[in-house]
C-alpha cells in the first residue's frame, strides 16, 4: 500500500475508526418540501434546532441541471494535474483549483475546484485599515467545453433555493420571511466541486477534517458513494449522512447561529474516505456581502435572553479566512476562534 504523507494523517482521538457506535442506525431529518408551508416551517426549525442538518426533496432545483454540472466536474478532475493547476488559486485569487486543502492543520484527502456565484465579487483588504476594497474574480478553464455554461446554470438553480430555505428558516425563528433577504446583495456566496479520490488509509486520514461552515447555509449535493458525517449534538457520535437519490443536504452555518443567538447551532461535520470508489460532492455556501455586520437579531434578544456574541463584519473575516488558506499554522478553525472570542466578549 504504501506510506502516506504525514500530513494527512489525522490526530488519534479524531480519526474515524474511533466511533464505533457507527452501527446505530440514525439519520437526520429528510423534508419535503412539497408539503404546506407551515409544516415546512414547522419541521425546519426543528430540524435546524436538534440536528443542524437536513436533507431536501422534491426542492426545484431540475436532475438535468444537476446532472450536467456533475458530469462537468468530473471531467475537469480527470484532466491532468498540470491543466487543472492552470486555473491554480493563489494568495491574490482565491477563486479556482487547489490540491492541498487544511482543516485544522490536517491535510484533506480531496482535491478542490470554486467560484463564485456571481462570477466577480470585492472584498476588503485585511492589510488596510482603511476600508480599501479588491476584486476577485473567478478563474475559467478551457476544458472542459461548457464548464462555466453547465455550473453557473447550477448555481443560479440552487440560488433560488438557499433564498427558499432562508425564508423558512426565519419565519420558524418568529421573523419576517424576507429578513435577511438584504443581506445577500452583492454576494459573496460560492460554489466548490468536491473530488476524494480513493484512499488506501482510512483509519488515518479523512476528506475532510471534522469542521463547522462560517455562512448562513451550506447546500449539498453529494453522489452514492457517501462520506459525511454529522456531529450529534445529544451526545456527540458521528452520524453518516445515507445519500438520498436528488435530495439535497442543507446545514446552518455560523452567520444563523449568531443571528438566532444560538437558538440554531451550526454543527460539526467530516467526510470520511472511501479506499474503493472515488467520490464527488458540491456544496454551494450562502454568504453575505461584504457589508453585512452579522450580530443577533434584536427581535430575538432581551433582558432573558442577551445577545451573546459582538457584532462582526462579515467581509473582513471572510478575506481573513481566504488569505489564512496558505498561512497552515493561523488556518486552523479561524472562525470558531472568532466566535469563541466574540461570546467571552459578549
Request: charged content about 30%; proline content about 5%.
Amino acid at each position: 500500500m504504501g506510506d502516506i504523507d504525514p500530513a494527512f494523517i489525522q490526530s488519534t482521538e479524531h480519526r474515524a475508526n474511533n466511533h464505533k457506535k457507527l452501527v446505530e442506525v440514525v439519520e437526520i431529518p429528510v423534508i419535503d418540501m412539497l408539503q404546506s408551508r407551515e409544516e415546512l416551517i414547522s419541521k425546519i426549525g426543528r430540524a435546524c434546532e436538534e440536528w443542524g442538518f437536513f436533507q431536501v426533496t422534491n426542492h426545484g432545483v431540475s436532475s438535468e441541471v444537476s446532472s450536467r454540472a456533475e458530469a462537468a466536474a468530473k471531467m475537469f478532475f480527470e484532466q491532468s494535474t498540470e491543466e487543472k493547476r492552470k486555473v491554480k488559486r493563489d494568495e491574490v485569487n482565491a477563486m479556482g483549483y487547489h490540491d492541498g486543502e487544511h482543516t485544522k492543520n490536517v491535510r484533506d484527502w480531496k482535491e478542490v475546484f470554486d467560484y463564485l456565484v456571481q462570477n466577480s465579487a470585492q472584498v476588503p483588504l485585511i492589510e488596510s485599515h482603511e476600508k480599501e476594497l479588491r476584486t476577485i474574480t473567478n478563474q475559467w478553464p478551457q476544458s472542459p467545453p461548457d464548464f462555466r455554461e453547465a455550473l453557473e446554470e447550477y448555481s443560479r438553480e440552487v440560488e433560488k433555493l438557499a433564498y427558499k430555505l432562508l425564508e423558512l428558516i426565519s419565519l420558524s425563528l418568529g421573523l419576517a420571511g424576507d429578513k435577511f433577504h438584504g443581506c445577500f446583495k452583492d454576494q459573496l456566496s460560492m460554489v466548490r466541486l468536491n473530488h476524494y479520490p480513493p484512499c488506501p488509509f482510512p483509519d488515518l486520514a479523512l476528506g475532510v477534517g471534522r469542521h463547522k461552515d462560517s455562512g448562513a447555509l451550506t447546500v449539498l449535493a453529494q453522489d452514492d458513494v457517501g462520506g459525511l458525517q454529522v456531529k450529534r449534538k445529544s451526545d456527540g457520535e458521528w452520524i453518516p449522512v445515507t445519500p438520498t437519490p436528488g435530495a439535497f443536504i442543507i446545514n446552518v452555518g455560523d452567520m444563523v447561529q449568531v443571528w438566532s443567538n444560538d437558538k440554531y447551532e451550526s454543527v460539526e461535520h467530516r467526510v470520511v474516505v472511501n479506499t474503493e470508489r472515488e467520490r464527488f460532492s458540491i456544496p454551494f455556501f450562502f454568504f453575505p456581502s461584504h457589508k453585512v455586520m452579522v450580530k443577533p437579531v434584536e427581535e430575538l434578544v432581551n433582558e432573558k435572553n442577551p445577545p451573546r456574541y459582538r457584532e462582526y463584519n462579515w467581509g473582513h473575516f471572510y478575506a481573513h479566512r481566504n488569505r489564512t488558506d496558505f498561512k497552515k499554522l493561523h488556518h486552523s478553525s479561524v472562525h470558531h476562534i472568532l466566535l469563541i472570542k466574540l461570546k467571552e466578549l459578549a
